[in-house]
């Protein structure tokens, strides 16, 4: 059971959320007014905050933004509960601090199950080390790493994230490219902001503002679009990847095609590094390479999977022969797809245009195995 402080000016809706989550086993607290909550806040221990956005006084957003400036009550899950329900809104609400947004009219499940996540979040967070800037983070980290250029790593990496989207997940896609903004290109968005415009010790408000939304809903922090020399420091990047999955249930990296400070912090705090190899010589040879040097950097509790891509209908090596040089078989199997490059050319994710093609198939099962896996 949890307590929860409801801050809705609508007098219809107070005794509606009082009533339905006590059915659900919570205890609800009531304030009227953007101020009148952030008084019962201070005053009170509640376990989660339910804010509308549109009140009289102060709306929730402003509200958010000050309960995140409280120390009393800067960890406290925030739902942001609105008629309203465009994509700047949810922006809006990452951007103030809220751990979640859910647009009325709503189903009770839907309530319980989105305030079941953030609770069990907001535990997650109290068990875990700490990030630099005094959260501790909760959402996993997913890195697609191919040391080997020419694999298929951004192609992965976007399938994956779009395909996480596709099935309810709140996923933020960092690329870490140095080499111009690929995840950009492949998604046809334009980057007027990117991590080259991340502060050295950047805060979650800073952070959100310079993620970019694509049409699916998938969030994205851009690569510049030109070649740079240098990824994000290891400081200021630990403190983005903090920040973010806060706000995200899974951050999936596109990693730099060199151990960089950003890739190598990143692959220390992975859940899951996915080492995307194709049936061809050199890159067989650097996934032995990666796989050896992986077991220097990674958590423990981390899992490291191997991708066997194929990028061309062409197979220079039997996948016989690739698990031999691997030592063990690959953990998930990606098919040609003839659709792809036309895919790339038209700026359009075959996970988005054609999602039961071959190539999103089988990233598609593999999300939903993600997905499981987190329940």
């Not at 079941?116 to 790493?145: C, F, M, N, Y």
């Not at 020419?150 to 709140?170: C, E, N």
């Not at 596109?254 to 151990?259: F, I, M, Q, S």
Request: proline residues 7%; contains cysteine; glycine residues 8%.
């Amino acid at each position: 059971m949890a307590k929860v402080l409801v801050v809705d000016d609508d007098s219809d809706m107070r005794p509606l959320m009082r009533v339905t989550l006590t059915k659900l086993g919570h205890t609800a607290t009531l304030a009227a007014r953007g101020e009148e909550g952030l008084q019962l806040a201070e005053a009170g221990e509640f376990d989660a905050i339910i804010l509308d956005v549109m009140m009289p006084d102060i709306d929730g957003y402003e509200v958010t933004r000050r309960l995140r400036a409280n120390p009393r009550t800067a960890d406290v899950p925030i739902l942001i509960l609105t008629a309203r329900a465009q994509a700047a809104d949810f922006d809006s609400a990452i951007e103030a601090g809220a751990d979640g947004y859910l647009a009325k009219p709503f189903e009770a499940e839907v309530l319980n199950r989105r305030l079941g996540d953030l609770l069990k979040q907001a535990a997650a967070r109290r068990t875990a080390e700490p990030g630099p800037g005094g959260h501790s983070p909760s959402g996993r980290v997913i890195v697609v790493l191919g040391l080997r250029g020419g694999v298929g790593s951004t192609t992965v990496a976007v399938t994956l994230a779009g395909a996480l989207v596709r099935i309810g997940r709140r996923v933020c896609l960092v690329d870490l490219t140095t080499s111009g903004g690929h995840v950009g290109l492949n998604l046809r968005l334009a980057a007027p902001t990117t991590w080259a415009n991340l502060p050295a010790a950047p805060d979650s408000t800073v952070v959100a503002q310079q993620l970019l939304r694509h049409d699916s809903g998938l969030l994205v922090l851009a690569a510049p679009q030109q070649p740079v020399r240098l990824g994000p420091p290891a400081a200021a990047f630990r403190a983005t990847l903090d920040a973010l999955q806060i706000f995200f249930t899974d951050v999936v990296v596109d990693a730099a095609a060199v151990l960089d400070e950003a890739t190598w912090m990143a692959l220390g705090l992975a859940e899951r590094i996915l080492v995307i190899v194709t049936p061809e010589v050199c890159a067989v040879h650097t996934a032995v390479g990666t796989l050896k040097l992986l077991d220097t950097v990674r958590r423990p509790e981390s899992q490291v999977e191997i991708v066997l891509n194929h990028v061309s209908p062409d197979h220079n090596l039997p996948p016989a022969a690739v698990e031999r040089a691997l030592g063990r078989p690959p953990d998930l199997f990606i098919p040609y797809d003839r659709q792809q490059p036309v895919a790339l050319t038209n700026g359009t994710p075959l996970i988005f245009a054609q999602p039961g093609a071959a190539l999103p198939a089988a990233v598609g099962a593999y999300a939903q195995q993600l997905k499981e896996a987190a329940a």
